[in-house]
């Protein structure tokens, strides 16, 4: 049991995760991907005249609501029943007003911002770069050099 409750190695982890991407194309013709389930929300919120416009079929992606809720469900699981050190749900900052805000706007920013990019930061590195799309690798690159930036310039400015 200690394997499941102790932190595993990277070149554990990565190789798991790696491979569960073909694994999931080969079991059921499914990309591993969240930022789509932000347009799945979208395409059932949305009045049908403009939900058309998104040409989006929410019967055959209705099984990203179960893969987010698994990974809800895993998260709880993982920092509840098989972890003696609790991590906070949310930083002491967020318990506020405006904290909800920020967390908002940037929920929407970022899928906003994940849709006009046709995916995530992980999508991108994990699924696209496992498929050799030559698109998520210029992505990938790009985030990372976005993330050096933004981390040097918070280092030498705050």
């Known amino acids: ?83 003696d050190n609790r991590v906070a749900f949310l930083p002491e900052i967020y318990h506020s007003f405006s904290g909800m805000v920020k967390l908002f706007t940037g929920g929407i920013l970022v899928g906003f911002g994940t849709r006009y990019a046709n995916g995530c930061t992980s999508g991108h590195a994990i699924t696209g770069l496992s498929l050799l799309n030559p698109a998520s690798l210029k992505s990938t690159i790009g985030f990372f050099i976005g993330g050096l930036i933004y981390t040097w310039s918070a280092i030498y400015l705050f």
Do not use: Q
């Open 1 to 83: 049991m200690n394997f499941f409750t102790e932190t595993w190695n990277w070149y554990i982890a990565g190789p798991l995760i790696g491979l569960f991407v073909p694994a999931l194309l080969i079991a059921g013709n499914k990309l591993l991907g969240l930022s789509s389930s932000f347009e799945h929300i979208c395409s059932i919120i949305l009045p049908k005249a403009k939900a058309a416009v998104l040409n989006y079929d929410v019967r055959k992606n209705g099984w990203k609501y179960y893969f987010v809720l698994g990974i809800l469900i895993g998260g709880f699981v993982g920092n509840f029943i098989m972890n």
